[in-house]
């Protein structure tokens, strides 16, 4: 089925989102042990001073480690037989459905992103060839903004399905549940709201607002203004690498300056846009081996309940 287009969890993203905290019981059973250590890096990976898309690339590393030892967990002679006793349970088709969902959004978003890239390719191929005076960018640039609103679009839709789904998670597992089972919901759910706040990151950083200066040079340093955007000497302060871009190449079509200045406007471009090529690299990355794992939960739940 052809997919629609579209393009790391804190307190901060918890209150943000509405996302509800799962508070892990103090002991925990040795097999889940590893992966309440993992949930707990992924809770502080915001507080990190990189990039919007290097701490976005950083909270799906840590997702591959956790669904890595999710399925470990997963493979244990004593989950598969206490699952098992449970299989026509309603929160057991809650933790089945979860990985299905989070696959769509993730494919939708690795189209997106495909998409983006390919756009992003033909901007550095065209800024390459411009030399000063030249006015043909323009089409380009025009087709990438273009795309960037389809994006927007595809992930809104997402980002309202991701909501949907934090809201009806149950926060707490049937407590009549023994020991193990009982701390294995836990965590798989704990996992699937910070995978949620993850996914939306990205989302959010995907649909980000376009900084486009049309049809007015002064609207568009209000926008900036508004944004808390602080420009000084060609650097920008406040904005993700895809802002970043739609600045530079802002400055790229703005013909009101001498030739030496539209210069290091070109080579502005360049940098940007290669960072940014570098930085979706990065995330489609982490959102391949993030698909082979959740792919690999989806099945051994599959073989759990239905043997």
Not at 104 to 116: F, K, P
Not at 246 to 258: I, K, R
Not at 267 to 288: H, T
Request: aromatic fraction near 4%; proline fraction near 3%; hydrophobic fraction near 40%.
């Amino acid at each position: 089925m052809k997919r629609e287009i579209i393009a790391t969890f804190s307190s901060k993203n918890s209150s943000r989102y509405g996302i509800r905290s799962i508070s892990l019981p103090a002991r925990s059973h040795p097999s889940t042990a590893r992966i309440e250590e993992e949930l707990n890096k992924l809770r502080s990976w915001e507080a990190s001073s990189a990039s919007k898309v290097k701490t976005i690339c950083s909270g799906l590393s840590g997702l591959v480690v956790l669904y890595k030892c999710i399925e470990d967990l997963l493979k244990l002679p004593l989950t598969q037989q206490a699952l098992a006793q449970h299989q026509n349970e309603k929160w057991v088709d809650e933790l089945l459905d979860c990985p299905v969902k989070f696959l769509d959004v993730l494919g939708n978003t690795r189209d997106a992103i495909l998409l983006l890239k390919g756009s992003v390719g033909e901007l550095q191929s065209a800024v390459r060839r411009r030399k000063v005076g030249d006015l043909g960018i323009e089409t380009h640039v025009s087709a990438y903004f273009s795309l960037r609103r389809n994006v927007r679009k595809v992930c809104t839709k997402s980002l309202v399905i991701l909501k949907q789904m934090d809201a009806s998670s149950d926060a707490s597992p049937p407590l009549d549940l023994k020991n193990h089972v009982s701390a294995v919901v836990r965590v798989l759910r704990e996992a699937s709201l910070i995978t949620s706040s993850i996914f939306q990151s990205l989302l959010l950083f995907l649909s980000s607002q376009l900084l486009k200066s049309k049809p007015s040079k002064w609207a568009f340093v209000s926008r900036l203004a508004q944004k808390g955007v602080l420009v000084c000497n060609n650097q920008q302060e406040g904005v993700n690498e895809l802002e970043k871009v739609d600045f530079a190449l802002n400055a790229l079509v703005t013909n009101d300056s001498g030739k030496v200045v539209e210069a290091d406007k070109i080579e502005s471009a360049k940098r940007r846009l290669q960072g940014l090529v570098v930085g979706i690299e990065g995330i489609d990355n982490g959102l391949e081996c993030l698909f082979r794992h959740l792919i690999n939960i989806r099945v051994s739940f599959l073989n759990i309940i239905s043997p």
